[in-house]
């Protein structure tokens, strides 16, 4: 039989990174003929293009219910039956998924106890806990920076405020729900190929 694939998760606030190392990291495995899923949260699926609407303003929902949606859409994310993440695991593939449950954690109790968010995420987190979580650092001002260069549309979460108590939430969930877990936090004003070294010796066994 495969042997199951790795989940790797990565996480930070908005402007922090992610993309660019992740493209580094893809490209990496790939040189080695790694088998490797790229994929983010929210996805594409139903309840991830729900939430979209929802992050745009296009549509008004609750912070609960937008909360919720992040969790069914993950839900779907994980055990959809044409490439869900568990399977995908199964047959051997590794993923690197752009955001995970630290996100909820982190952006989502912002507005909601935290706590409700961890217990609402627990159905995901006792399907699958990702093998490193990978964590972007960044202070508030330059990612807001980073963000004003690269991007039209302000999502409703990137305010200095928000990007703050994110920031904190972050670190408030590694000490409450990170126990037992791999999660490795990286700098993330390094230069990015500097940095790109540094994950991957970060994540390797
Ligand atoms: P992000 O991946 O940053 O989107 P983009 O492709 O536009 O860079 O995610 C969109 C927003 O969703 C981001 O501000 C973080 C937020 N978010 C939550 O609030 N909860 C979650 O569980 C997840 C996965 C994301």
Not at 135 to 156: H, N, S
Request: with cysteine; proline share 2%.
């Amino acid at each position: 039989m495969e042997k199951r694939g790795r989940f790797i998760a990565f996480e930070g606030i908005d402007g922090s990174g992610k993309t660019t190392q992740i493209e580094y990291l893809m490209k990496k495995l790939q040189k080695l003929g790694v088998k490797c899923l790229e994929t983010c949260e929210p996805t594409g699926l139903a309840a991830g293009r729900l939430l979209r609407s929802a992050l745009t303003k296009q549509i008004k929902l609750d912070n609960r219910a937008i909360a919720a949606l992040f969790v069914a859409d993950r839900v779907d994310h994980l055990t959809n039956e044409e490439n869900g993440l568990l399977k995908t695991l199964e047959s051997g593939c590794s993923v690197v998924c752009d955001r995970y449950c630290f996100s909820s954690y982190a952006y989502n109790s912002v507005d909601t106890d935290m706590d409700w968010v961890i217990n609402a995420n627990s159905v995901c987190t006792k399907l699958l806990v990702p093998d490193c979580t990978v964590f972007l650092d960044v202070a508030p001002d330059t990612a807001l920076m980073r963000i004003a260069q690269g991007r039209e549309a302000a999502e409703l979460f990137e305010t200095k405020e928000r990007l703050t108590l994110v920031r904190e939430n972050y670190f408030k969930a590694f000490d409450i729900a990170g126990a037992g877990q791999r999660i490795e936090i990286f700098d993330g004003t390094l230069p990015p190929e500097q940095l790109a070294d540094k994950i991957w010796t970060g994540i390797s066994d």
